[in-house]
């Protein structure tokens, strides 16, 4: 199962894990936005309840780090593979790929907090929220892909967020320039299926030969915010 923005809801995300077990899927990919704040007064509360539903229904949960996550908390820089942030919870750091069911999945954490005015450094806003460049690297690196599983979108996808008048052109411009290497990304990749959130929108679209389906989030119907796939034939359907 794809899932799309948790946000670090305990209720919604425990409820999504069992929809995820009672379809039958073994694994859930999720596309940021997860809620990773273990320093966070709440957050290890949040995370140990996701590991918990885990374990409960045997499935394990797999995360790209979205933007609103504590990066700080996260070895951007070091990790060279999955690390297992609680047990049946990874995380996939930024251009890693895996493989399920001969079905080559490249995980690509990261977007741009629009809102990030209004937050805190190194407390609620981080300035690596975006890839480096080594991670850019590595990710167009990869070959055979079949399936991205991003927190961000490319231009073009039929999605909205706030006012472009309401946000400061520089974070505008880092958002649009974001998105930009993505599309560099996809045209690189061309794979058949990109799965994203970040917009808390439910969309589709087919962009440049690739299927992009946007996930909303923990604040709408649960049916927005997954999507449920068969590897390899990636035959989507919804809750």
Same mark, same amino acid.
């Given at each position: 199962? $794809?899932?799309?923005?948790?946000?670090?809801?305990?209720?919604? =995300?425990?409820?999504?894990?069992?929809?995820?077990?009672?379809?039958?899927? +073994?694994?859930?990919?999720?596309?940021?936005?997860?809620?990773?704040?273990?320093?966070?007064?709440? =957050?290890?509360?949040?995370?140990?309840? @996701?590991?918990?539903?885990?374990? +409960?229904?045997?499935?394990?949960?797999?995360?790209?780090? =979205?933007? &609103?996550?504590?990066?700080?908390?996260?070895?951007?820089?070091?990790?060279?593979?999955?690390? +297992?942030? #609680?047990?049946?919870? &990874?995380?996939?750091?930024?251009? @890693?790929?895996?493989?399920?069911?001969?079905?080559?999945?490249?995980?690509?954490?990261?977007?741009?907090?629009?809102?990030? $005015?209004? !937050? $805190?450094?190194?407390?609620?806003?981080?300035?690596?929220? @975006?890839?480096?460049?080594?991670?850019?690297?590595? #990710?167009?690196? #990869?070959? *055979?892909? *079949?399936?991205?599983?991003?927190?961000?979108?490319?231009?073009?996808?039929?999605?909205?967020?706030?006012?472009? %008048?309401?946000?400061?052109? /520089?974070?505008?411009?880092?958002?649009?320039? &974001? !998105?930009?290497? %993505?599309? /560099?990304?996809?045209?690189?990749?061309?794979?058949?299926?990109?799965?994203?959130? &970040?917009?808390?929108?439910?969309?589709?679209?087919?962009?440049?030969?690739?299927?992009? +389906? /946007? %996930?909303?989030?923990?604040?709408?119907?649960?049916?927005?915010?997954? %999507?449920?796939?068969?590897?390899? /034939?990636?035959?989507?359907?919804?809750?």
């Amino acid at each position: 199962m $794809f899932a799309g923005d948790w946000h670090a809801g305990t209720e919604f =995300g425990t409820a999504a894990i069992a929809s995820a077990a009672a379809h039958g899927a +073994e694994r859930i990919a999720h596309v940021g936005d997860f809620g990773f704040w273990p320093r966070h007064p709440d =957050g290890q509360k949040y995370i140990d309840a @996701i590991s918990e539903a885990c374990l +409960e229904h045997d499935l394990t949960l797999w995360f790209c780090d =979205g933007n &609103h996550e504590d990066h700080d908390s996260l070895p951007h820089e070091t990790a060279r593979e999955p690390v +297992e942030v #609680a047990p049946g919870i &990874h995380w996939v750091p930024r251009g @890693i790929t895996l493989e399920w069911a001969s079905t080559r999945l490249l995980f690509m954490g990261g977007a741009v907090s629009v809102d990030q $005015f209004s !937050r $805190f450094p190194g407390k609620t806003w981080f300035p690596n929220e @975006i890839p480096s460049a080594g991670h850019w690297q590595r #990710a167009m690196a #990869a070959t *055979d892909i *079949d399936v991205v599983v991003a927190h961000d979108t490319v231009p073009g996808m039929p999605v909205s967020g706030r006012p472009a %008048l309401s946000i400061p052109w /520089s974070i505008r411009k880092r958002a649009s320039d &974001h !998105r930009k290497k %993505l599309a /560099s990304l996809q045209k690189a990749l061309q794979p058949t299926l990109w799965v994203h959130g &970040h917009w808390h929108h439910r969309a589709t679209a087919t962009l440049n030969s690739t299927r992009f +389906e /946007s %996930l909303a989030h923990d604040r709408g119907p649960d049916s927005d915010a997954a %999507l449920f796939c068969d590897l390899p /034939s990636l035959e989507l359907t919804t809750p």
